[in-house]
C-alpha cells in the first residue's frame, strides 16, 4: 500500500483528508494514476498514520475518507541519533540518510572531525527528500530529522561543561582497535536507556587526540569486529546491530 507524509497546506482530521498541493496532487493523478475507491495510507509526522479511501481525485485537489486511524508500530523504542563524519562524496552521506532512516536512525547528525574533508552539506532539500521517501518505503511514522553539521571539538567541550551526566543517554563511538564488543554494550542498553548517541568517523577514522577526549567523556568505544568498516558502511552497519540489541 502506498503511504505518503503530508504537510500544510494539505490536512487530515479523523474523517476525511485534504491534498491540494501541487506535487502530491500531480503524484496522485499524472504518475500513480489512482482511482476513486483506491486505498493509502497517510501519515501526519507525529506517529499516527491513517487508511484512507480516496473520494474524489483531480490535478488541483484531492478528497479522502479515513477509514481507520492508528498509531504507527515502526519506530524504535530507543532512540538512536547517528552523529556521521561528512565524508567527501555527497553519495556516499546520501546513502547513509537512507539507509539509516530504513534501520529506525531518528536524528542524523552531520560530524566536523580533525581529518574530515567537507565542513557542510549540498543540496539540502534533496536529502530532505530522501528522508521523506526512505521514511515512506520503509514503513515509519516519522520522517528523521537532519541536523546542522558540528564540529566534534565543540560537542566534547559542551558534555564536559554539563554538570549532570544524563544515564538515559548513551554515548557510542565506533573504533576498530576498543575492547568493548555488542555484548558489552547490550549489558547497558538493558538499564533504562532511552537514547543511543552513535559516533562514525571519517574515511581517515578518528585522531588519537580525538580518541583521547572520547575515553575522558565516558563515552564508550565499541568494536564490532576484526574488519575495518568504511564510514559509510559503520553508519549503517552499527546503528543496526544496536537496534536488533
Known amino acids: 500500500m502506498h503511504r505518503f507524509f503530508i504537510f500544510q497546506p494539505d ?42 479511501e480516496l473520494l474524489e481525485i483531480s490535478k488541483k485537489e484531492v478528497v479522502g475518507k479515513v477509514l481507520e ?43 566536523i572531525t580533525k581529518r574530515t574533508e567537507r565542513e557542510s552539506l549540498h543540496k539540502l532539500p534533496r536529502l530532505e527528500r530522501i528522508l521523506k521517501e526512505s521514511a515512506e518505503q520503509s514503513g515509519r511514522g516519522i520522517i528523521p530529522v537532519l541536523k546542522e553539521p558540528v564540529k566534534m571539538q565543540k560537542l566534547l567541550e559542551k558534555l564536559a561543561k554539563s554538570s549532570e551526566v544524563n544515564k538515559k543517554v548513551v554515548h557510542v563511538l565506533a573504533h576498530p582497535e576498543a575492547e568493548k564488543m555488542l ?46 568498516l568504511r564510514s559509510e558502511t559503520a553508519g549503517i552497519v552499527i546503528p543496526a546491530l544496536l537496534t536488533f540489541l
Open 11 to 52: 490536512v487530515i482530521d479523523d474523517e476525511k483528508v485534504l491534498i491540494v498541493s501541487e506535487e502530491l496532487c500531480h503524484q496522485f493523478f499524472n504518475v500513480l494514476r489512482f482511482k476513486v475507491g483506491e486505498k493509502i495510507m497517510i501519515l501526519d509526522n507525529s506517529g499516527e498514520e491513517y487508511l484512507v
Open 69 to 111: 486511524k492508528r498509531k504507527n508500530n515502526a519506530e524504535a523504542k530507543i532512540k538512536i541519533c547517528l552523529y556521521q563524519a561528512i565524508q567527501k562524496s555527497p553519495e556516499k552521506f546520501e546513502m547513509v540518510l537512507q539507509k539509516g532512516t530504513e534501520i529506525g536512525v531518528s536524528e542524523f547528525v552531520p560530524l
Open 183 to 228: 555484548k558489552d554494550v547490550s549489558k547497558i542498553l538493558a538499564d533504562g536507556v532511552e537514547q543511543i548517541n552513535v559516533y562514525i568517523g571519517p574515511e581517515g577514522g578518528f585522531t588519537e587526540q580525538e580518541i583521547e577526549s572520547v575515553k575522558e567523556a565516558d563515552f564508550i568505544l565499541l568494536n564490532v569486529g576484526s574488519r575495518i
